[in-house]
């Protein structure tokens, strides 16, 4: 049995992102560090990761392009453990609500647990995000309710406008101000639909966006930005470049005459995925920011 790639996590708020690996059930972390030659080669059929740390019984071949990459028995069992799918009501422990953006005009609301501090909103890509509250599961899943009626913002957000927008990122100043009033809006709530029982946290911009080196080359800048993205995986095919930048689950990488690249480490998964050095990519892509798109192999 490989390694079997399992994503890109962001552990450490002052680190960068660590791709994830598993065999059976062992696990281990890659760390990744802008400016290194990162390169992979997908080889086989992608197949199922399974669910809650166990193998999916049955090895079933997904598709290319799913970011899942669970067969539809996997998928059940793990939505039925899942705070997202509100299978878990008395889910004990203690959950922050936030506001989080991801590029102008666009923000959401959402939770999560505590005890993983800010992890959860970079491994969504969120740029800048304040903390609102905290307090038990079913008060912070109220807030999230009241919050996206009375500020009229949701609380999913599909990924590929999250990049899109981040492809025309504006200043520090700008982006906390957008929060700070949506900020001041939910405060101003205290006492007209607020829970009781969730404790509303002071006002603190966090801006994610050195940790992703979004704001330099590779990012928003440099060699005019992300062109294209890998749309998934074939056999035989290859990723590679100099890692520049890296948001929620995708790598940037400089990939030569190629240009930037990004590509979601959630495509990887279930792949068979081997060293690759040069740079280039031989992957279907589809080309960002202009409408146009390319889904053969270039």
């Not at 995986?233 to 990004?262: K, Q, S, T, Y």
């Amino acid at each position: 049995m490989n390694w079997q790639c399992t994503g890109l996590r962001w552990p450490d708020e002052r680190g960068g992102p660590v791709l994830g690996w598993r065999k059976g059930r062992q696990t281990r972390g890659s760390a990744l560090a802008y400016g290194t030659e990162f390169g992979f080669r997908a080889s086989g059929v992608r197949i199922c990761v399974g669910a809650r740390g166990n193998a999916c019984p049955m090895a079933v071949p997904v598709p290319e392009r799913s970011t899942g990459a669970r067969c539809v028995e996997c998928g059940r069992l793990d939505r039925a453990h899942s705070v997202a799918a509100d299978t878990i009501p008395d889910d004990p422990r203690t959950y922050r609500v936030y506001l989080a953006w991801f590029g102008t005009g666009l923000v959401k609301v959402g939770i999560t647990a505590e005890e993983r501090g800010a992890a959860r909103l970079r491994e969504q890509g969120a740029v800048v995000f304040s903390w609102l509250g905290r307090g038990p599961l079913m008060a912070a899943r109220r807030a999230e309710e009241v919050l996206r009626a009375a500020l009229g913002v949701p609380d999913r957000i599909p990924y590929a406008r999250k990049r899109a927008v981040r492809a025309d990122l504006v200043g520090p100043a700008v982006r906390a101000a957008e929060v700070a009033e949506l900020y001041g809006r939910a405060a101003a709530l205290d006492g007209r639909g607020w829970p009781e029982a969730l404790e509303r946290l002071p006002f603190a911009v966090v801006d994610h966006a050195g940790v992703f080196a979004i704001d330099g080359p590779g990012g928003t800048g440099g060699r005019g930005g992300v062109v294209r993205a890998v749309t998934g995986l074939v056999d035989g095919g290859v990723v590679a470049g100099r890692l520049v930048a890296a948001a929620g689950p995708d790598l940037h990488l400089d990939a030569g005459g190629d240009g930037v690249v990004v590509v979601d480490t959630r495509l990887m998964t279930g792949w068979d995925l081997a060293a690759a050095a040069g740079s280039g990519v031989s992957m279907p892509t589809v080309t960002t920011g202009g409408g146009a798109s390319q889904d053969g192999l270039f």
